[in-house]
């Protein structure tokens, strides 16, 4: 399998970024790991928003802060996948949204890039203290449950979540 690494956003991303967001977006799939990036109407919005929620002091009410990073492909530098890592969990995270959200775009797929997304950012949330990931998928993802099994998560339990009308599985990822 080639490897990934894992880097923060910042400007010089624009491009390799909004690309990601065409194909994904595309492809017609629900937007995972990439904060506001679908509805956001440029790239500068998308960053600055990111920026915003990466710090304590600028988070705003109701989130808690979270690093948003690109995975990219060692060998060519690819941007292959996106993932969002909330370093705290509140109420609803805590219930159905966990502390990782991950996608791989869809030309990529097929290569369990996000299982070792989900290794690479064992490290930084273990680098916060954190001793366990939340990492929750709907019921019926089987990639995303297959994907968080292999990175060692354990299933809790499925909470049912009405706003969204449907079932979570939520599973924990000892650091
Ligand atoms: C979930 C997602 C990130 C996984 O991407 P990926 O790393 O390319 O995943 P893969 O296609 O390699 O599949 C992962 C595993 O699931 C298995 N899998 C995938 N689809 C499957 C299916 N329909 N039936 C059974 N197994 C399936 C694969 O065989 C693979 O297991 P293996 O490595 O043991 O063979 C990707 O599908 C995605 O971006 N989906 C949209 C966003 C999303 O759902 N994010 C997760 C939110 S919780």
Same mark, same amino acid.
């Given at each position: ?14 491009? =390799? ?30 960053? =600055? ?39 705290a969990l ?34 930084? =949330? ?20 297959r994907t ?28």
């Amino acid at each position: 399998m080639e490897e990934l690494y894992l880097k923060e956003i910042d400007e010089g991303d624009e491009t =390799a970024v909004m690309d990601y967001r065409a194909e994904y977006l595309a492809a017609g799939d629900e937007p995972n790991g990439m904060g506001n990036l679908a509805e956001a109407g440029s790239y500068a919005e998308f960053l =600055a928003a990111q920026r915003r929620l990466a710090r304590a002091e600028t988070c705003p009410p109701g989130y808690v802060p979270a690093t948003q990073y690109l995975a990219c492909r060692r060998t060519d530098g690819r941007l292959v996948g996106m993932l969002n890592f909330r370093h705290a969990l509140n109420d609803h995270l805590l219930q159905t949204g966990g502390h990782v959200g991950y996608s791989v775009r869809p030309s990529e797929r097929g290569r369990a890039y996000a299982a070792q997304m989900v290794e690479l950012v064992k490290e930084p =949330a273990r680098a916060l203290g954190l001793d366990q990931l939340l990492i929750t998928c709907n019921r019926g993802n089987i990639a995303s449950a297959r994907t968080i099994e292999k990175a060692g998560g354990v299933l809790e339990d499925e909470r049912r979540d009405e706003a969204e009308h449907r079932w979570t599985r939520r599973y924990w990822v000892a650091l």
